[in-house]
């Protein structure tokens, strides 16, 4: 058996449809046996339900999923397990122990109709891992691990040598398809050709990483038509969700009595990044 966790740094992320990552377990007589990380192309519940069913999983466990996000599951004949939250690990040998109970399809928040927030309760954004539906970019790659399962280490830094992101404090390489939109243009770039056990220093332009901040991604909401948006506060993180269900983190940037601003760029939108990349396995 086979169980994939919607994962983020050690935690059960809370929205499926925006997941950049799964933890999967392979489980047998009651325990587990082996764990891998896997990246995730956030392309909206459809897809997540198709990758998931490639890769043979049986139960998916998240927290917060939509109702079409469910259905599709349910369609590939995955077991859903909705409603979790803590620690990845914890969650798993609770649901081996028969003690997780799923609370079903739990979001119908939505950003055009009905609007309602969540805080996310700190930042889940992909940073310089796997892209998300803005991480993506339509250039071609060529290279050798282009088209293939491959398993890297990385850290990121910002150009004053703040590290935002880093594989190696989580002790598990990333896995992701070189070449197939789950990561940033130069990231995918800079694993194209190398060979398994290079190490490579790499400095991405805002082009080549997440582009410049989107004048247009910058909106102003009523607040009396946000439930909840009253509890805000200027800095905060959180998910608003559009009418097909998918999660969009937004940043709040402004608020008067009546209304909220929220950014959606992504917190790296301008910047420029630097990776060091070491490639670890090439699957197939």
Do not use: W
Not at 33 to 39: A, D, E, P, S
Not at 116 to 143: F, K, P
Not at 184 to 210: K, S
């Amino acid at each position: 058996m086979k169980i994939a966790v919607t994962y983020e740094n050690g935690e059960v992320f809370q929205h499926f449809g925006h997941t950049q990552q799964f933890k999967v377990y392979e489980i047998e007589n009651g325990q587990v046996t082996n764990t891998t990380v896997i990246g995730s192309n956030g392309s909206g519940h459809g897809a997540l339900a198709g990758l998931l069913s490639e890769r043979a999983i049986d139960v998916l466990i998240c927290g917060g999923i939509g109702g079409g996000a469910a259905a599709a599951l349910s369609e590939q004949g995955i077991e859903l397990c909705a409603g979790a939250e803590g620690n990845a690990d914890d969650v798993v040998e609770a649901y081996l122990r028969g003690e997780l109970v799923s609370t079903g399809a739990n979001c119908d928040h939505h950003h055009d109709d009905g609007h309602r927030c969540h805080d996310n309760g700190g930042d889940h954004s992909c940073h310089g891992r796997e892209g998300c539906a803005g991480c993506r970019s339509g250039a071609a790659h060529t290279g050798k691990n282009i088209g293939k399962t491959v398993r890297a280490h990385y850290r990121g830094t910002l150009n004053d040598g703040t590290q935002f992101d880093s594989s190696y404090d989580r002790g598990e390489p990333l896995e992701f398809i070189c070449g197939a939109g789950m990561m940033i243009a130069g990231f995918d770039a800079a694993v194209a050709d190398m060979e398994v056990g290079q190490t490579v220093q790499v400095h991405l332009t805002p082009a080549e990483a997440y582009g410049e901040p989107d004048p247009s991604d910058i909106f102003t909401i009523e607040i009396s038509q946000l439930p909840g948006s009253e509890n805000l506060c200027v800095g905060q993180q959180v998910y608003l969700q559009d009418s097909y269900g998918r999660p969009i983190p937004v940043k709040v940037t402004a608020m008067d009595e009546s209304t909220v601003t929220f950014d959606a760029n992504h917190e790296m939108a301008g910047k420029e990044l630097n990776f060091t990349i070491e490639l670890v396995e090439v699957l197939d």
